[in-house]
Antibody, heavy 115, light 108 residues
């Protein structure tokens, strides 16, 4: 069974940093592209960042230069390093498996940016 | 970046209704279009991929069609468990793979 479990969310002040983690199991992690998708309270889905199986990286303009996606295939883990956080980054962050299509999603972790 | 526009943004419907949701891309995306369903407090769930392919385990009352810039998600005979928000997502070329703004189905 494919499982994606996010962790690392919480309350952080504007300008602060946070690192999200996603523990993957039930599939060959190194073979798949992985994404971070977020959802602000009461709003729609926003694609944030993608890392391919060969570690090519793409990010949304809204987070470029502030957020960095990475992966550790030996640990079956996906990460999102978030720096210079803003109030508008407040959202549930989902870890999601897929290249052209997201077939599996984690349950999400809430990041709140507030003073 | 490719923009995705869904319509309507909300829809009041009844159990048993036929529902059609449309998604329009700002440029041609061939058939690189996915549909997801999301219920409150839950992660999204894949319904349709590559415009018209039904994901395993998804009821056959859901179908997708379209290519190029215009796409539709159709639900025939709406069931109580189908009241949710639906999102399209394009996956053409390289990321960003943008989502539509969502369509919320509400009980009439």
């Amino acid at each position: 069974e494919v499982q994606l479990v996010e962790s690392g969310g919480g309350l952080v002040q504007p300008g602060g940093s946070l690192r999200l983690s996603c523990a993957a199991s039930g599939f060959s992690f190194s073979s798949y592209g992985m994404n971070w998708v977020r959802q602000a309270p009461g709003k729609g889905l926003e694609w944030v960042s993608y890392i391919s199986s060969s570690s090519s990286i793409y990010s949304a303009d809204s987070v470029k230069g502030r957020f960095t996606i990475s992966r550790d295939n030996a640990k079956n883990s996906l990460y999102l390093q978030m720096n210079s956080l803003r109030a508008e980054d407040t959202a549930v962050y989902y870890c999601a498996r897929g290249d052209l299509t997201i077939f599996y999603w984690g349950q999400g972790t809430l990041v709140t940016v507030s003073s | 970046d490719i923009q995705m526009t869904q319509s309507p943004s909300s829809l009041s419907v009844s159990v048993g209704d036929r529902v059609t949701i449309t998604c329009r891309a700002s440029q041609s995306i061939s058939s690189y279009l996915n549909w997801y369903q999301q219920k409150p407090g839950k992660a999204p769930n894949l319904l349709i991929y590559a415009a018209s392919n039904l994901q395993s385990g998804v009821p056959s009352r859901f179908s997708g069609s379209g290519s190029g810039t215009d796409f539709t998600l159709t639900i025939i005979s709406l069931q109580p468990e189908d009241f949710a928000t639906y999102y399209c997502q394009q996956s053409y070329g390289s990321p960003p793979y943008t989502f539509g703004q969502g369509t919320k189905l509400e009980i009439k």
